[in-house]
């Protein structure tokens, strides 16, 4: 069967330093990922997806960057992080579009301080 | 992209049903309707999608109007741990496979 895993769960950090949150799928080849953003109390924003490796669209240029080194693999980095950063992040894969459904990972709580 | 609207929120008592409706009116004929929810603190799920007929699964059915410009996702009976954000999504068959969410509909069960 099919698993995403998201790690950390939670994680605080300082204004101005480096961020890196990995995402992987296991039990599928070549999904779809998605990295999405859910401010406090908001809807989700997406962020970033991508339908093959080195294939990155962005929804929303801002601070953050996404890259897809391996088929289930996608990564959420920023090198310089700001207090608007801070959200609840969640990465999620499909197998294809249409009537396939989405996957959520449990979600990274980003607090910058 | 067509665009769905929501209620922000909906009371229901528990033990009943829920009706929670979504309006679409740009949707195309190839749009698939997709319903998600989110439970607090958690990743969305997956609850039910289709695209002109009505469907029933295990945790609801979806109703879809003839000319599919709204649709309506049932409860057929809210139990306390059904309180959530509910989703209505539209996801091509054509096109960029791109899956954005909107803000939803927060879900309260009044025991």
């Known amino acids: 069967s099919q698993t995403i895993h998201q790690w950390p769960a939670t994680l605080v950090q300082p204004v101005g330093s480096p961020l890196s949150l990995e995402c992987t799928v296991e039990?599928?080849?070549?999904?779809?990922l998605y990295w999405y953003r859910q401010a406090a109390g908001r809807g989700l924003q997406l962020l970033f997806y991508?339908?093959?490796?080195?294939?990155i669209s962005s929804e929303v240029p801002q601070n953050l960057s996404a890259s897809r080194p391996q088929d289930r693999q996608f990564i959420l980095s920023s090198k310089k992080l700001l207090l608007s950063d801070s959200g609840f992040y969640l990465c999620?894969?499909?197998?294809?579009?249409?009537?396939?459904?989405?996957?959520f990972g449990q979600g990274t709580r980003l607090t910058v301080v | 992209d067509a665009k769905t609207t929501q209620p922000n929120s909906m009371e229901s008592n528990e033990e009943e049903p829920v009706h929670l409706p979504c309006n679409h009116s740009?949707?195309?004929?190839?749009?698939?309707i997709h319903w998600y929810r989110q439970l607090p603190s958690q990743g969305p799920e997956y609850v039910i999608h289709?695209?002109?007929s009505n469907v029933n699964n295990r945790m609801a059915s979806l109703a879809i109007a003839e000319d599919r410009k709204s649709s309506t996702l049932i409860l057929h009976r809210a139990t306390l741990r059904d309180a959530a954000v509910y989703y209505c999504?539209?996801?091509?068959?054509?096109?960029?496979?791109?899956?954005?969410f909107g803000t939803g509909t927060r879900l309260t069960i009044i025991p």
């Open positions: 289709g695209l002109t």
């Open positions: 999620a894969w499909r197998a294809g579009r249409g009537n396939t459904e989405a996957f």
């Open positions: 740009t949707i195309s004929g190839t749009d698939y």
């Open positions: 039990g599928t080849s070549n999904p779809n």
């Open positions: 991508s339908v093959g490796i080195g294939q």
């Open positions: 999504i539209l996801s091509p068959r054509f096109g960029n496979e791109k899956l954005t």
